[in-house]
């Protein structure tokens, strides 16, 4: 049972280019979401999608764009990279949250380096 | 805005000691919380949540949380740790806007042989 996948589990990226962190589960989720984790900062939510086609901003959205084209995919784009996003980046999903919220399932995590 | 609070950063204990690492919010309602623990290098896992009815919540691994609307906190607690408890613990509110999740920084456990 996979779960929550990610790729890559690593990345060093020059500043200014340009990538893709992918994310794929196979739990029929209707919500996934892209957080990134920064040292003593907890996790900040970057984008979330509530199904294919529909995506919102979360807390820290600038320089990054997400899609959502089918249930199982939602990757998330880095234009121009900066410095500023070097992080560890994480892919979750889970059903609608809310009144009798349910989990949420984490990939294992996307380290990301900008230099 | 909501806030979630976990005032250590790190927590050293013994192994076979107690641990209580705490969880405070801010929230009006009675709210939805969670803790996950983050092991080195890996995703987060759900430990335990709580929505409603008995306060103390029993989760994974020998652990437990107890929901305190007096004081706002959502305390974990543990009888005895273990080697393998080591790792970094969440504690997370739902939003109440947007249903999203908010989360605490964290407090990394270390334990001692």
């Known amino acids: 049972n996979a779960g929550v996948t990610q790729t890559p589990k690593f990345r060093i990226l020059k500043i200014g280019q340009s990538m893709t962190l992918q994310c794929t589960q196979d739990?029929?989720?209707?919500?996934m979401y892209w957080y990134r984790q920064d040292p003593g900062m907890g996790l900040k939510l970057i984008y979330y999608?509530?199904?294919?086609?529909?995506?919102d901003k979360g807390e820290v959205p600038n320089g990054y764009n997400v899609s959502r084209s089918t249930t199982e995919d939602f990757p998330l784009r880095l234009e121009l990279a900066a410095p500023s996003q070097t992080s560890v980046y994480f892919c979750?999903?889970?059903?609608?949250?809310?009144?009798?919220?349910?989990?949420?399932?984490f990939g294992q995590g996307t380290r990301l380096t900008v230099v | 805005a909501q806030s979630v609070t976990q005032p250590d950063i790190h927590i050293t204990v013994s192994e076979g000691a107690s641990l209580e690492l705490r969880c405070n919010y801010s929230?009006?309602?009675?709210?939805?919380l969670f803790w996950y623990v983050q092991s080195p290098g890996q995703g987060l896992q759900l430990l335990l949540k709580?929505?409603?009815?008995d306060t103390l919540v029993q989760g994974i691994k020998g652990f437990e949380a107890e929901f305190k609307r007096s004081q706002s906190s959502f305390n974990l607690r543990k009888p005895s740790v273990h080697w393998s408890d080591a790792a970094e613990y969440f504690c997370?509110?739902?939003?109440?806007?947007?249903?999203?999740?908010?989360w605490g920084a964290g407090t990394k456990l270390i334990i001692k042989p």
């Open positions: 979750a999903s889970s059903y609608p949250p809310g009144r009798g919220a349910t989990e949420a399932f």
């Open positions: 739990m029929n989720h209707n919500y």
């Open positions: 929230y009006g309602a009675t709210p939805y």
């Open positions: 999608s509530v199904g294919a086609g529909i995506t």
């Open positions: 997370a509110v739902v939003s109440d806007s947007n249903y999203q999740l908010i």
């Open positions: 709580y929505f409603s009815g």
